[in-house]
């Protein structure tokens, strides 16, 4: 039997928000169907595609921007390299002419009202997220595919194992969190050090770097735009976007119109712990909110958790004087071998464990990192990633109108600061005595994921979507 590898790239995915389970896994899944046309000879012959919905993905569609992504994955744009700025131009174009460029290469009559449905009362028994494909052909016969769309822009085809990705002898084969452990000490390598020799089995180590700081630089050019953007966030809720506003009260009416001399004036203005709490939140809000606005961002290790990471590594960046290549690559890859095995033990999506298993993943893998780049043993490092997903057990995805944003950008402040907290406890602390181990609260979670009702598993069901009114305009 196969066991689940994952790389780095696996965690940490360049997307476009809002969702990626509900953005990107979609997205990915219309590529690979358009690409399964093609591998069996059908995309010329190809007169109709109709999409079904199905759970999750129809009840909050619209909200995550599912019908988007899937129109554009269809229509040939990837969602690494398209323009953002294009996304409601293509998308009106498509609705307006009734016509998509299937691929990109041929173009068929489509219709959103007609061909798009969204199956609100019905779910496929794998996973709440599931969208099935229809290709209808010119002899009259169809081709069939439903795909699953697990957590983190991890993509299932029904039938499929899920593990279809190319098997290699990894060095430092890891499972649970004490298999890295069992590696680290009797290796003497620290976390990333470990995930470091594992990527040698895809590629080289100068491949691996340079994807690593590929991803740190969108999540720069995030936070920065993020940052320096006002207005309100789209999808009806008139959710006015806060990073800019408190951006300028922190720093003052000077503008700066590159990245790095912005973060040198950040680091000017001092080390107080109300000026580092606000900037951190202001980070993380920042992120969030181009995410919302279907912007482009860093799974990590989803979208709806993407401004955790990024906000402790700019609080390590900023606070910490981790500015440094090698420092930056440290942290991300020891914060991916903790997302790997919450996925692997757990679930990293959450109409599966709820909000725990985004922002609560998410805060446990900064903690853990930022232990280990400030120079805690491997044992404190287990300890912050534990220490931080303690305090998300139980968290519940309830997004008001199925989008994006109330709770969930504030939410990403929550799990940064937490994040930081469980870090300096760890680093504080002798994890010798610790009573709880990683391993447990990742058992934990999943236990909770399976006991937890399913309205308050990203259907926007219960909760906090049920209890604040709101009035949509009609989509």
């Not at 409601?88 to 959103?112: A, C, M, P, V, W």
């Not at 039938?159 to 004490?178: H, I, M, R, T, Y």
Request: proline share 3%.
């Amino acid at each position: 039997m196969h066991r689940e590898q994952i790389s780095v790239f696996d965690i940490f995915k360049i997307g476009i928000g809002p969702s990626s389970s509900h953005t990107l896994g979609p997205w990915r899944a219309a590529q690979q169907f358009v690409a399964s046309l093609k591998q069996l000879d059908l995309l010329d012959s190809t007169v109709q595609i109709k999409i079904l919905l199905y759970g999750s993905l129809a009840k909050t569609g619209k909200g995550h921007g599912t019908d988007i992504a899937i129109l554009l994955g269809l229509n040939g744009a990837d969602p690494v390299t398209f323009d953002v700025n294009a996304i409601d131009s293509t998308i009106d174009t498509i609705k307006t002419d009734q016509l998509l460029l299937l691929g990109g290469e041929k173009l068929i009559s489509f219709s959103y009202e007609g061909d798009l449905a969204f199956l609100f009362f019905e779910s496929l028994p794998f996973h709440p997220n599931a969208v099935t494909f229809q290709a209808f052909l010119d002899s009259g016969k169809a081709r069939s595919e439903t795909y699953y769309s697990i957590g983190g822009g991890f993509v299932v085809k029904e039938g499929d194992s899920g593990n279809e990705k190319e098997q290699v002898d990894l060095p430092f084969p890891v499972e649970k969190a004490s298999d890295l452990l069992h590696w680290c000490l009797t290796t003497g390598l620290k976390v990333s050090e470990v995930v470091m020799e594992n990527e040698l089995a895809w590629r080289t180590e100068a491949q691996t770097r340079k994807g690593i700081l590929q991803h740190f630089q969108v999540m720069k050019e995030c936070t920065f735009r993020g940052c320096h953007t006002s207005g309100f966030l789209p999808g009806g809720l008139n959710v006015g976007r806060r990073a800019a506003a408190l951006n300028k009260r922190l720093i003052g009416q000077h503008t700066y119109d590159d990245y790095e001399s912005w973060i040198a004036a950040i680091r000017k203005g001092g080390m107080g712990f109300n000026y580092i709490l606000d900037w951190v939140s202001c980070f993380a809000l920042a992120v969030n909110e181009e995410n919302a606005s279907f912007g482009r961002v860093v799974t990590a290790p989803t979208n709806g958790a993407a401004g955790v990471i990024p906000a402790v590594l700019h609080y390590y960046i900023v606070f910490c004087d981790g500015f440094t290549e090698e420092k930056i690559t440290q942290f991300i890859t020891c914060a991916s071998e903790i997302g790997s095995i919450f996925k692997k033990g757990a679930t990293i999506s959450a109409a599966m464990g709820g909000c725990q298993a985004e922002i609560g993943v998410s805060s446990a893998m900064a903690a853990a990192a930022l232990t280990e780049c400030l120079g805690g043993s491997q044992r404190q490092v287990l300890m912050a990633a534990e220490i931080a997903m303690e305090h998300h057990l139980g968290l519940t995805c309830d997004p008001i109108g199925g989008l994006v944003q109330i709770p969930c950008i504030e939410r990403n402040t929550m799990g940064a600061i937490k994040a930081i907290t469980a870090s300096q406890l760890a680093l504080q602390s002798n994890p010798d005595n610790a009573k709880v181990s990683l391993d447990a609260v990742v058992n934990t979670m999943w236990e909770t994921a399976l006991d937890m009702n399913s309205k308050y598993k990203e259907t926007s069901d219960g909760g906090l979507a049920t209890n604040i009114p709101i009035s949509l305009p009609e989509c």
